[in-house]
DNA sequence: CGCGGGATTGACT
DNA sequence: GTCAATCCCGCGT
């Protein structure tokens, strides 16, 4: 299957962010492949989206949110964790969408490895990174033809929005509808 | 299953 | 020095 192309990642980040579900991100390693269907994702979106890591502009961190589309921005968190964006719209609007949630499709063995055994393989940002094995190396890799990449996956059923997980200091932007989340059947 | 608190490090004030 | 787009563990229900 082809990985998404550039001009997929140039539309507007909720559209990308809404058509992301269901879509199968597959990380190629030396030793095998791993894979899952995207479940859930939060956009963040422009220069005054306080809950954007580019609302102050762009730092040494955040410029790839700044750069052309369809890059992988992949940032550590408390200290401990990696989570994994892939940057949307133009180049100079700071935009990204972030990956919360798979359901594994391939490499069930790995990622149980990778996880320590646990039975949360890929249920959250910092977890889904750990088990298919994504760290700083990947930051900026191109995901339109890399060992990291984003494929059609299969249609997606019904999809439901709601406000963005941990952004409490985000002020209004709190509020924003902007993560995406298949249904639970 | 829901809650509370600790872990741990890089970016920025 | 502060705080973060999180997770894990232990405890109570």
Request: aromatic share 10%; with cysteine; glycine share 12%.
């Amino acid at each position: 299957m082809e990985p998404l192309d550039r001009d997929f990642y140039r539309q507007n980040t909720l559209k990308v962010a809404r058509s992301l579900i269901g879509k199968l991100l597959v990380f190629e390693h030396s030793q095998g492949r791993l894979a899952g269907i995207i479940l859930e994702t939060e956009a963040y979106r422009g220069p005054r989206d306080r809950a954007s890591h580019a609302w102050r502009g762009p730092t040494p961190r955040t410029k790839l949110m700044f750069g052309p589309p369809g890059f992988a921005y992949i940032y550590l968190i408390y200290g401990m964790y990696y989570c994994l964006n892939v940057v949307t719209e133009g180049e100079g609007f700071p935009a990204a969408v972030l990956i919360r949630a798979l359901e594994p499709v391939e490499g069930l063995d790995r990622m149980l490895q990778n996880r320590n055994g646990s039975s949360h393989l890929t249920d959250g940002p910092g977890k889904l990174c750990q088990a298919i094995g994504i760290d700083q190396r990947l930051n900026g890799t191109d995901l339109t033809h890399g060992p990291l990449c984003i494929t059609a996956g299969r249609p997606s059923r019904k999809v439901e929005r709601g406000p963005r997980i941990g952004v409490d200091y985000a002020g209004a932007w709190r509020e924003k509808p902007w993560r995406f989340r298949e249904t639970a059947v």
